[in-house]
Nanobody, 116 residues
Framework: QVQLVESGGGLVQAGGSLRLSCATSGTRFSDNVMGWYRQVAGKQRELVAG???????NYADSVKGRFTVSRDNAKNTVYLQMNSLKPEDTAVYYC??????????WGQGTLVTVSS
């Protein structure tokens, strides 16, 4: 059974930082593409950042230069370091994994609230 468990969300003031973690199990983590998405109520879920099994990274334009995605294959964990947070970053953040077979799994989400 594949499980993704996010942690690290919370309330922070604008300009502050948070680090999200996503611990995975039940899948060959090192073979998977990992991603962070976010969703605001009433809007579509959007990709924030992704990292391939080879370590290539991509980011949404809105977070470039502020967020950093990284992975630790030894710990089966992916991270999202979020700096210079803005109120518009407020959302539920979801961890996502895509296996080499094309299967996709999601975490339960963690809420990030940025106050102005």
């Amino acid at each position: 059974q594949v499980q993704l468990v996010e942690s690290g969300g919370g309330l922070v003031q604008a300009g502050g930082s948070l680090r999200l973690s996503c611990a995975t199990s039940g899948t060959r983590f090192s073979d998977n593409v990992m991603g962070w998405y976010r969703q605001v109520a009433g809007k579509q879920r959007e990709l924030v950042a992704g990292v391939t099994r080879g370590g290539s990274r991509n980011y949404a334009d809105s977070v470039k230069g502020r967020f950093t995605v990284s992975r630790d294959n030894a710990k089966n964990t992916v991270y999202l370091q979020m700096n210079s947070l803005k109120p518009e970053d407020t959302a539920v953040y979801y961890c996502n994994t895509k296996t080499h077979l094309g299967l996709e799994f999601w975490g339960q989400g963690t809420l990030v609230t940025v106050s102005s």
